[in-house]
């Protein structure tokens, strides 16, 4: 299956279990009664509307690229990302703040009932679709699954620590237990929505690809390269799953058009195959000897 | 003066005549009691937040491309040109929200008493920045300081709808002709920071250059080129004052490099003359006639 195929149908997955939770939450939640599940069916309805932007973010992220925009719509999924890591981290702080005032009000987590079953359920579920996302985001490259899976595990932690509080509070009697989980959850969540929004914004401002890949290409091009000329101006960027590459490639200056293109071809070819969505641009220019042959200037050749 | 420095420049004045703003209200503001001049001075250190962000972004757009960052830090600008457009629509909408609010209870201005000069003398400063701002920004097409312009605009747009609502309910008792004002003002507020949005999200989304920016390169491109094969694979975006551009030259593929260099040389040094900000790379192809002459395949001659 393509990389595009498979995360368009993990955003699918995503959207699906979120409808489903958010409908057994609602059905349950209005037959017991219970608020606690009545308002995480709220959540859902949230992660609902998420992981909905992330498909037509992904979606649209995968079109070909087109005359409005040239360099392929992979910054859709940049955008999606920085959204939903912003919207992500914003939870966080609330959560956290919540949870502060609970400890200084005194305030315990009032009882579940009949909705535990419900949430340990919805627990399982969102821990499962979650490490899904995120194996497909690692192997297609995707920020914006990865923030989606950081978005199910939200609630994963979080309904955690209220049932562990829950617990806590019927056989221990220990009030702020779930006050407290809730902070551990909300400083992991801010870190990894840090992380995030950090990652998106690397893309947004067109920073380098990491150094792992960048020394990868550099590895590829220097294997066809001569000793003293060879290639500089290596340029790299992100945009969702596509990474845009380009540099010069400094040839003998007396090869002809057509010899220099099969050089190029050659080059773009290989790293398009080691490069994971890779788009290469080559900018051929002459060695700048007086008179050389191809043995002095070092100059690519085939 | 090259445009970065007319552009730091620009954004200097807009740090200095905010902070000036700012003191002068505070002073006046705690000399006379008043509150609307001091809730304006509130306003005008929010400003001086607003053009300080502005000021780090441009100064750092203005950096040179780096290892870290190889295409240049144009989008700094463009990122800081979308927070800014964020925060004056919020403040649009909390304008729109607020006059409902006191036209449905019907307050009306309190008297301003003597901070009336003051707020005068504030609303002509804010429009001589900002008409000077927009000026700089169109020269050197940068977005942040066009946000930073409506931004200043902003203040005359409201102070002057505040005192016009002030005069018609002291000469008129039209109580309600202050909040209409600035229902208005509110509005053009929202539409300018909208375009500004759209602006910076097409600058993220790495959308192509305008149509006659495009018009202007394919006419410079095609002066040098045959009838038969020319360029293709045009591609533009943008990223604050840089506009960034990469084509495919066909050439006669019996060409030396040395000869479809100068030849691309030439280019790049055309469209960089008319096109300002322009980083140009040139990807040359061979023509694919088995037997050509440069009549023939009729690639691009010198």
Redesign the interface.
């Known amino acids: 299956m393509k990389n595009s195929e498979k995360k368009i149908r993990a955003a699918k997955f995503s959207i699906v279990t979120a409808l489903s939770l958010a409908v057994m939450k609602f059905t349950v939640g209005i037959l017991t009664g219970s608020m606690a599940v009545l308002s995480s069916a709220i959540d859902s309805m949230l992660d609902i509307l998420m992981s909905g932007v992330n498909f037509l973010a992904i979606r649209q992220a995968e079109q070909p690229?087109d005359?409005?925009?040239?360099?392929?719509?992979?910054?859709?999924e940049?955008?999606a990302t920085l959204i939903q890591s912003l919207v992500i981290g914003g939870s966080g702080v609330w959560i956290l703040i919540e949870s502060v005032r609970r400890l200084a009000a005194g305030a315990a987590p009032t009882g579940l009932g009949s909705g535990i079953a419900v949430l340990a359920f919805s627990v399982i579920c969102s821990w499962a679709i979650s490490r899904y996302l995120l194996k497909v985001a690692k192997e297609t490259d995707s920020s914006a699954l990865a923030a989606d899976s950081l978005h199910f595990s939200m609630d994963v932690y979080t309904n955690l620590a209220l049932l562990a509080g829950v617990t806590a509070m019927a056989f221990f009697r220990l009030y702020w237990i779930d006050a407290v989980l809730s902070m551990l959850v909300a400083c992991y969540i801010l870190y990894e929505a840090l992380k995030l929004i950090r990652l998106s914004?690397r893309e947004?401002?067109?920073?380098?690809l990491p150094e792992p890949l960048r020394k990868q290409v550099e590895f590829i091009i220097k294997q066809h390269c001569g000793k003293k000329y060879n290639f500089h101006?290596?340029?790299?960027?992100k945009?969702g799953s596509h990474k845009l590459i380009?540099f010069h490639l400094t040839?003998?200056?007396?090869?002809?058009?057509?010899e220099?293109?099969q050089l190029?071809d050659k080059l773009e070819h290989e790293i398009a195959n080691a490069v994971q969505g890779a788009d290469i641009?080559?900018?051929?220019?002459?060695c700048t000897f007086d008179n050389c042959n191809e043995e002095d200037c070092g100059g690519c050749r085939r």
Chains 1, 2 share one sequence.
């Open positions: 690229a005359e409005n925009h040239p360099y392929g719509h992979g910054k859709f940049t955008m914004l947004v401002l067109d920073e380098q101006n290596l340029r790299t960027r945009a380009d040839v003998c200056k007396k090869l002809t058009v057509a220099a293109h190029t641009t080559i900018h051929v220019e002459p």
